[in-house]
């Protein structure tokens, strides 16, 4: 897994995004973190999280409650 940190991986995250995701690229709000995974140097997976699930702590609790033992199978 490699972090997008610099302008030629961000441009990849971009390309990748606009590419193959149904909604392509759109702006995100706030920081940001991005991941591209790769297996023999090609992407299989890309991970992308905004300054909002940053704080989504409380929201995963309510719904580990509301769900209980079956939780893990979501995450």
Request: charge should be neutral.
């Amino acid at each position: 897994m490699t972090v997008v940190d610099s302008d030629e991986r961000k441009s990849l995250w971009k390309e990748y995004i606009d590419r193959c995701h149904h909604l392509g690229h759109t702006r995100t709000a706030g920081a940001t973190m991005q991941y591209i995974v790769k297996i023999d140097d090609g992407p299989v997976a890309l991970f992308g999280f905004s300054a909002s699930a940053y704080r989504i702590a409380p929201r995963d609790q309510w719904i580990a409650g509301v769900i209980g033992s079956a939780w893990h199978i979501f995450i």
